[in-house]
């Protein structure tokens, strides 16, 4: 596995020839293409890359990718934890303590073949089974970064000194499954965004051009926003990332107070889960960062032996019932584990 070289894939573009690793976000505003991973927990991974060309996503090669047995995953929370987290949540809201808070659990599966497994032809059978806006690969495995992502979700573009963000609240199987409490989740963390971009933005540019628009993806519908700034003079992806990490979608409001919640409740690491992953090319003052959700990753640090980790979780709010979210996190991943473990068939598409 470890002869694989290092490797990024956005969109339509491929980038080889590793030229630096940092942990520095001003390096982003420095020179190059960089492709960058950032942990939930904070952990900055920024790799710079010689080599980037237009090249599509290859089609799949049956038997290239080995994934987990379709039992085979396991959950940090079972239901019956992530629905007393859910009514714990509420309470904390009763009590004034937040908002909303996002609640989250990771799922594992041994590898059946570790040497032999490559997040791109993951990537490759996700491009098929689950196409997303902000899918790509990030592979450097000396570097404990091996990442599958078929992210829906914008978590920062950036041209020039404008940036967007597209944060997503609210998710349905069809629009007549969305309820008034999906708005609501998703009109406070629009909040939330606009204050994370007035950190960094230039004094009254944040702008919010769009609110709750439904967006059909594969087997199920989202409610997204879009909130727009300039950012203030000397402002940089620093600074960018300092204001606005983690992603308001994926942690609450107010976001402090749903980070300690978070902490206490959730029983495993997010890792790149939740997190933000993507690509800068600071040649030209561009960069596009997915919120890393409907993400698989490798975990090569496990003493049994190497896993793939997926995560799934839902905001919660007043208005919501434990059951129901435990659904949602069900409903986000069933599809994608479907594509990993190799039990997907295009016949089951739903939505496209």
């Given amino acids: ?121 993951l990537t490759a059978l996700l491009a098929r089974g689950n196409p997303a806006p902000y899918a790509g690969t990030i592979r450097l495995p000396a570097h404990g970064v091996e990442i599958a992502t078929a992210s829906p979700e914008l978590y920062l573009r950036r041209d020039g000194r404008t940036v967007e963000s597209g944060p997503i ?17 998703n009109v406070m963390i629009v ?23 439904v967006e059909p993806h594969p087997g199920l519908v989202h409610l997204v926003s879009t909130v727009r700034a300039e950012l203030a003079p000397g402002a940089g992806w620093a600074g960018l990332l300092a204001a606005t990490f983690p992603p308001g979608s994926v942690t609450g409001a107010p976001k402090a107070s749903a980070l300690t919640i978070i902490k206490a409740l959730e029983t495993a690491p997010r890792g790149p889960y939740c997190g933000g992953i993507g ?31 997926f995560g799934t979780g839902a905001g919660i709010t007043w208005g919501s019932d434990p059951e129901r979210e435990w659904d949602e996190t069900e409903l986000k991943a069933s599809r994608l584990l479907a594509v990993a473990s190799g039990t997907y068939r295009a016949t089951e598409r739903t939505v496209s």
């Fill in 169 to 185: 609240k609210g998710t349905g199987r069809t629009a007549d499954d969305l309820l008034e409490k999906d708005h609501a989740e």
């Fill in 1 to 121: 596995m470890h002869d694989l070289p290092p490797l990024a894939r956005f969109g339509g573009l491929v980038a080889s020839d590793l030229r630096d690793v940092t942990s520095d976000p001003a390096a982003l505003d420095s020179a190059g293409f960089w492709a960058v991973a950032a942990d939930f927990e904070g952990r900055l991974v920024c790799a710079r890359f010689g080599d980037v060309r237009k090249e599509p996503v290859p089609a799949p090669v049956p038997g290239k990718w080995h994934g987990p047995a379709a039992g085979a995953w396991t959950s940090s929370m079972d239901r019956a934890a992530y629905t007393e987290g859910v009514r714990r949540i509420r309470e904390h809201i009763a009590a004034g303590d937040v908002y909303q808070a996002n609640l989250c659990r990771v799922l594992t599966a041994p590898l059946p073949d570790p040497a032999g497994a490559d997040v791109d032809a």
């Fill in 191 to 213: 909040d939330l965004v606009r204050n994370d971009l007035g950190r960094v933005a230039a004094t009254g540019s944040v702008t919010v051009p769009e609110l709750c628009v």
């Fill in 279 to 309: 690509w800068v090319d600071a040649d030209r003052g561009t960069g596009e960062l997915a919120v890393g959700i409907r993400t698989f990753w490798i975990d090569r640090t496990v003493p049994g032996g190497p896993v793939l980790r």
